[in-house]
């Protein structure tokens, strides 16, 4: 329902802003998190004269990139598309060094833009969000924290990041183990030094393959435990010129609005996918002959498939394709043990998020480097000294966990969120996250999840998607407040439309085949409710949906006075 229109009920002065009023601890919009999303979301919002605070976990900006220090952690999204497109002269004065930067330059990034907008003195650090509840009776939002200071605002803002909450499995005996044990997404500030170090690697998702090579360069001896086995593509990273620079930088209003209008947010400018241009499939796998395929996996190694349309849609072509991804990767591998081991079988290229790499197969060549393939007898338990299989016991001095994050809704279901009838976010999505548009939770008015599920989000290039959001979410406030509407939700009926879209453009892809075990599935989580979480259907479309509402008055939303 939108009824906007309707009598005022509550009549506020001209030009007096709720803030005007409000003490201390009383603020327009609380937003959670101070990553991307958070940062943009407070910009964004100054300029209304709204009173705004963030209130982030870690002591300083960056998010996921704050926390995610690992050696090798590196965005796997050109950064000249990887970067805000909000202010001009920010995207013209800033240098990326390389393609594809690194995490230590892309957090530097991001506290260049917390200083030149100067972002922290409405951010309070240090302080993890314990629980937000909706109080229908002010239709407010109290937001307590974990140093038991509580907040109260008009709007709620979750920013929580996709990628924040790590996924740490419980292995038996890792108590007992006598050195220390790392998680990519957690990883120490002052770094780590492995030399002569053995060091043990558990997972084989983006983290693990791109701290391998730089792990091995460096530890006395790197045992990589793997339990499935990633379809990888070369990152071909390399540094960037400043002729490049300036010719991107000539033409950013372009590329932003083909990003934009894009499925994935992201372009190529310049570089494409895999250093190859980026290609709009149109042949046909199945047509070819076993020869032609082998001369295309000569030519081309792992790109051979990339024309072939069929392989994102049938099974069969699919399989295909992954014969010559195998094909390929045994041609670089040395020791033919290794080779099949690091083989991926039984789900399709496609179904997982598309992780590149630098010299990922090439590190198997190493003396120092040792692949478990846990498909031949998985780990039993973490002992003292190292890791127990049922293929016999591996010494390590320290261990790596490289396991992951309960992705998407982890970050969201960590805070005791509650809103109308005291219904908590647990409960609401006890069967897998239900939002509409990925902004808004039915019977949850006036809170607001960037690029959540339901969203292109994690399937696309996330500054894209995080502007879209941010800039979307600003105007639906800012039309609030215009026309002195107190409260904002979705309808039922137009969460469950929106959900039956987004699980009908999936149906079909390599996202959603039976094998498929993917963190957009939840899979990786014991026992919880597979479901695809994030759109499918393009940014650009996405956009389109999401701005055509509006136009239509807020259409699938109730607005209230
Ligand atoms: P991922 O992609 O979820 O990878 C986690 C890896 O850890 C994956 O290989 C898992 O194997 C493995 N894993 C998880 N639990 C276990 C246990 N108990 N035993 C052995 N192996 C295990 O996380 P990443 O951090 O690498 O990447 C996440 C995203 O960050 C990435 O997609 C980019 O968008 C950036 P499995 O496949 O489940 O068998």
Not at 413 to 430: A, L, M, V, Y
Request: negative net charge; proline residues 5%; charged residues 20%.
């Amino acid at each position: 329902m939108f009824d906007f229109l309707g009598k005022l009920i509550i009549e506020r002065p001209a030009g007096i802003k709720m803030s005007d009023s409000k003490n201390d601890n009383q603020f327009d919009v609380v937003v959670i998190g101070a990553g991307f999303a958070g940062m943009y979301m407070l910009h964004k919002l100054r300029a209304t004269g709204l009173k705004v605070i963030v209130l982030e976990a870690g002591s300083d900006v960056g998010g996921t990139w704050y926390w995610n220090r690992y050696p090798g952690a590196r965005c796997d999204v050109p950064s000249m598309e990887y970067s805000y497109s909000f202010s001009s002269e920010l995207q013209q004065d800033w240098d990326w060094s390389e393609v594809m930067a690194g995490q230590p330059e892309i957090l530097k990034y991001a506290e260049h833009v917390a200083d030149r907008f100067t972002l922290r003195k409405d951010i309070k650090f240090d302080t993890r969000v314990k629980s937000a509840h909706y109080e229908e009776a002010h239709q407010n939002w109290l937001i307590h924290t974990e140093d038991g200071t509580s907040y109260e605002s008009r709007y709620c803002i979750m920013a929580t990041g996709c990628l924040s909450v790590t996924n740490t499995p419980e292995i038996p005996g890792a108590e007992n183990f006598d050195g220390p044990i790392y998680h990519t997404g957690q990883w120490p500030h002052e770094g780590v030094d492995f030399s002569d170090v053995s060091v043990g690697i558990i997972g084989t998702g983006s983290s693990g393959i791109q701290a391998i090579p730089v792990v091995a360069e460096q530890a006395k001896h790197l045992t990589i435990f793997q339990r499935t086995p990633n379809y990888t593509m070369p990152a071909y990273n390399k540094p960037l010129t400043s002729e490049f620079r300036e010719k991107a930088r000539a033409n950013y209003d372009q590329i932003r609005a083909d990003q934009r209008a894009s499925l994935a947010g992201i372009v190529g400018y310049g570089f494409g996918f895999g250093g190859a241009d980026l290609v709009e499939p149109t042949d046909t796998l199945k047509n070819t002959t076993p020869e032609e395929r082998a001369k295309l996996v000569e030519e081309q190694g792992f790109g051979a498939f990339r024309t072939f349309l069929d392989v994102g849609l049938d099974p069969d072509a699919n399989e295909m394709a992954c014969e010559m991804y195998r094909q390929h990767l045994a041609t670089i591998i040395e020791d033919p043990k290794t080779a099949q081991g690091l083989m991926p079988r039984n789900y399709p290229i496609g179904c997982k998020r598309p992780v590149i790499d630098t010299d990922y197969y090439q590190t198997f060549n190493r003396d120092n480097v040792t692949l478990v393939d846990l498909r031949q007898g998985g780990i039993q338990q973490v002992t003292s000294t190292g890791v127990a299989t049922d293929q016999g016991h591996y010494e390590v001095d320290a261990l790596i966990y490289a396991t992951g994050f309960d992705a998407m809704t982890g970050a969201l279901e960590r805070i005791d969120i509650k809103g109308k009838n005291g219904k908590s976010i647990k409960e609401e999505w006890h069967a897998g996250p239900r939002t509409y548009l990925g902004l808004q939770i039915h019977g949850f008015p006036n809170m607001f999840t960037i690029t959540g599920p339901g969203s292109p989000s994690v399937l696309s290039n996330m500054m894209v998607s995080i502007e879209q959001h941010v800039d979307w979410i600003a105007d639906c406030i800012g039309h609030l407040e215009d026309n002195q509407v107190r409260a904002i939700e979705p309808e039922e009926q137009a969460v469950n439309d929106w959900i039956l879209h987004v699980n009908e453009v999936a149906k079909g892809s390599m996202f959603t085949a039976p094998s498929c075990n993917s963190w957009y599935l939840g899979a990786n989580i014991p026992g919880k409710p597979r479901i695809f979480m994030p759109y499918v259907g393009g940014v650009g479309e996405y956009r389109n949906r999401c701005d055509e509402i509006v136009a239509e008055g807020y259409s699938g939303f109730t607005l209230s006075k």
